[in-house]
């Protein structure tokens, strides 16, 4: 290669890096044609940003031509890695980086070609060129793929973070049956392994969502995301699903955040939303990532509450058991002194539970009970409290209620039961007796208990007492001639 070869591409150079104005706006159209997807890497997205870009990289490219040229690559290098980190953030493709930054190539080699013309040196000034180019190219290609391999490896160390963070709430909740600490631990490690500031938990309650846990957020914020769809200072700008029921909002607005609901069997069982007031756009791994937490968190609030219900409640009926039965009628009692309301307790017994188990088997008892179960709830207002005691015992205490109150109960209870049995829609007769007694200054709820248990016997021995004359009356009929 000749020297003067060397100087004529110097010479060059220094024209075509003079004024790359020209050159940027032809390359910017050229890499909008062929890669259109590259204007996603500048804020207002224009080709005028991508012809002053391509302009500034030129000039870069002009000048390296010469062979003292003094230009701060490695800078530039550092530069295009993290140019094409944020590229590979946004989902474009490394092969259409590679590509743009053929087009540049191309550029300089076409505009030296222009240059040169019919020179004697002409190719060996071409050679030269294309030598010296195509290095700068070559390193600038290495950086673009650092830079989205830097991406890749924060991307994978993001997985693992998720995936332990995933496997430790998954392990955690799978020990807790209590609503709280089910909240805390799911809020903590989401917001955890995002980075984020700050989040909430509802759970429900009835009809509505009760806060149960928040962690970084000032009292009345959590509210901003209490609802789906609101309106004002945040907004829903996506919406994606879970891998089993949660649905989740990405939130834009005063914060960034995400806002899940916690769903298990077809039933919203609570919210979570995790936020920060720091400029962040989510990422769909980060929305697929709360959808998951949130169906762990909705698992074990369901588990839990069902391990609740079941401490609580008759398996066979879904009445109060006893324990649960006997707090209830120890709080009413405690309420009715404190503010000297009434109270009433009705205790039930089916009389003949032994009768019918023996005759038609236990599978026919248990539908006694279950049918009285649930006449007496259908009598029973809101506010009273039906419990089974026993094998055939049942217990109601009736807050603001006195015996007349619990009598019309009974009433209605029995008058149901009558109608079925004449209806024949029960598999046999099912019939109970009653003891009722109201609370008095200075009665705890065993006294009310033991004064009601003897009630219930009284009455169960005078209706036994009827059956056995009416039984004894039916034979006296079925001998007396007819006339």
Same mark, same amino acid.
């Given at each position: 290669?000749?020297?003067?070869?060397?100087? +004529?591409?110097?010479?060059?150079?220094?024209?075509?890096?003079?004024?790359?104005?020209?050159?940027?706006?032809?390359?910017?159209?050229?890499?909008?044609?062929?890669?259109?997807?590259?204007?996603?890497?500048?804020?207002?997205?224009?080709?005028?940003?991508?012809?002053?870009?391509?302009?500034?990289?030129?000039?870069?490219?002009?000048?390296?031509?010469?062979?003292?040229?003094?230009?701060?690559?490695?800078?530039?290098?550092?530069?295009?890695?993290?140019?094409?980190?944020?590229?590979?953030?946004?989902?474009?493709?490394?092969?259409?980086?590679?590509?743009?930054?053929?087009?540049?190539?191309?550029?300089?080699?076409?505009? $030296?070609?222009?240059?040169?013309?019919?020179?004697?040196?002409?190719?060996?000034?071409?050679?030269?060129?294309?030598?010296?180019?195509?290095?700068?190219?070559?390193?600038?290609?290495?950086?673009?793929?650092?830079?989205?391999?830097?991406?890749?490896?924060?991307?994978?160390?993001?997985?693992?973070?998720?995936?332990?963070?995933?496997?430790?709430?998954?392990?955690?909740?799978?020990?807790?049956?209590? /609503?709280?600490?089910?909240?805390?631990?799911? +809020?903590?490690?989401?917001?955890?392994?995002?980075?984020?500031?700050?989040?909430?938990?509802?759970?429900?309650?009835?009809?509505?969502?009760?806060?149960?846990?928040?962690?970084?957020?000032?009292?009345?914020?959590?509210?901003?995301?209490?609802?789906?769809?609101?309106?004002?200072?945040?907004?829903? /700008?996506?919406?994606?699903?879970?891998?089993?029921?949660?649905?989740?909002?990405?939130?834009?607005?005063?914060?960034?955040?995400?806002?899940?609901? +916690?769903?298990?069997?077809?039933?919203?069982?609570?919210?979570?939303? $995790?936020?920060?007031?720091?400029?962040?756009?989510?990422?769909?791994?980060?929305?697929?990532?709360?959808?998951?937490?949130?169906?762990?968190?909705?698992?074990?609030?369901?588990?839990?509450?069902?391990?609740?219900?079941?401490?609580?409640?008759?398996?066979?009926?879904?009445?109060?058991?006893?324990?649960?039965?006997?707090?209830?009628?120890?709080?009413?009692?405690?309420?009715?002194?404190?503010?000297?309301?009434?109270?009433?307790?009705?205790?039930?017994?089916?009389?003949?539970?032994?009768?019918?188990?023996?005759?038609?088997?236990?599978?026919?008892?248990?539908?006694?009970?279950?049918?009285?179960?649930?006449?007496?709830?259908?009598?029973?207002?809101?506010?009273?409290?039906?419990?089974?005691?026993?094998?055939?015992?049942?217990?109601?205490?009736?807050?603001?209620?006195?015996?007349?109150?619990?009598?019309?109960?009974?009433?209605?209870?029995?008058?149901?039961?009558?109608?079925?049995?004449?209806?024949?829609?029960?598999?046999?007769? $099912?019939?109970?007796?009653?003891?009722?007694?109201?609370?008095?200054?200075?009665?705890?709820?065993?006294?009310?208990?033991?004064?009601?248990?003897?009630?219930?016997?009284?009455?169960?021995?005078?209706?036994?007492?009827?059956?056995?004359?009416?039984?004894?009356?039916?034979?006296?009929?079925?001998?007396?001639?007819?006339?």
């Amino acid at each position: 290669m000749t020297q003067r070869a060397s100087d +004529l591409l110097g010479e060059v150079a220094d024209r075509l890096a003079e004024d790359a104005t020209e050159s940027g706006i032809v390359a910017a159209e050229a890499i909008h044609a062929i890669e259109p997807e590259l204007l996603a890497g500048y804020k207002d997205g224009s080709i005028d940003e991508l012809a002053r870009m391509s302009r500034t990289l030129l000039q870069a490219l002009f000048r390296s031509l010469r062979l003292d040229a003094k230009i701060p690559w490695p800078e530039y290098y550092t530069q295009a890695r993290d140019f094409a980190r944020r590229y590979a953030e946004r989902g474009v493709p490394l092969e259409s980086l590679i590509e743009g930054l053929n087009v540049f190539r191309r550029t300089v080699v076409a505009r $030296v070609t222009e240059e040169v013309g019919d020179n004697q040196y002409a190719d060996e000034v071409m050679l030269l060129a294309q030598s010296r180019v195509g290095d700068v190219i070559e390193h600038m290609n290495s950086s673009f793929i650092r830079g989205y391999l830097d991406y890749t490896e924060t991307k994978h160390r993001a997985r693992q973070t998720e995936l332990h963070g995933l496997y430790h709430i998954a392990s955690a909740l799978g020990r807790s049956l209590d /609503v709280n600490e089910i909240a805390e631990v799911g +809020l903590r490690e989401t917001l955890k392994v995002l980075g984020l500031q700050a989040g909430a938990v509802w759970v429900r309650e009835g009809a509505r969502l009760k806060l149960a846990k928040t962690i970084g957020m000032q009292q009345g914020e959590e509210e901003e995301f209490s609802q789906t769809g609101r309106d004002g200072p945040s907004r829903v /700008v996506e919406t994606s699903s879970g891998p089993a029921e949660s649905r989740v909002d990405r939130i834009a607005g005063e914060w960034s955040a995400i806002r899940a609901e +916690l769903r298990t069997k077809g039933v919203l069982l609570g919210a979570m939303t $995790v936020a920060t007031r720091l400029p962040r756009t989510f990422e769909s791994s980060d929305l697929e990532f709360v959808a998951a937490v949130a169906d762990q968190i909705a698992v074990a609030l369901d588990r839990a509450r069902q391990h609740t219900k079941e401490a609580r409640t008759d398996y066979l009926t879904g009445l109060a058991n006893r324990p649960e039965f006997e707090r209830a009628i120890d709080r009413a009692v405690a309420s009715a002194e404190r503010h000297k309301r009434r109270l009433a307790l009705m205790m039930i017994d089916l009389d003949n539970l032994k009768e019918i188990n023996d005759t038609y088997g236990h599978h026919v008892g248990d539908e006694a009970i279950r049918v009285l179960a649930s006449e007496l709830q259908r009598a029973v207002r809101a506010t009273d409290t039906c419990g089974r005691l026993g094998g055939d015992e049942f217990g109601v205490a009736m807050p603001d209620a006195d015996e007349r109150d619990a009598r019309e109960v009974g009433l209605r209870v029995r008058e149901a039961l009558e109608h079925l049995n004449r209806t024949s829609k029960l598999p046999v007769p $099912v019939e109970f007796s009653i003891g009722i007694t109201a609370w008095r200054q200075g009665l705890d709820w065993q006294a009310m208990y033991q004064a009601a248990d003897k009630a219930l016997y009284v009455d169960k021995r005078r209706r036994h007492a009827a059956r056995k004359r009416l039984e004894k009356r039916e034979p006296e009929r079925e001998k007396t001639p007819t006339s």
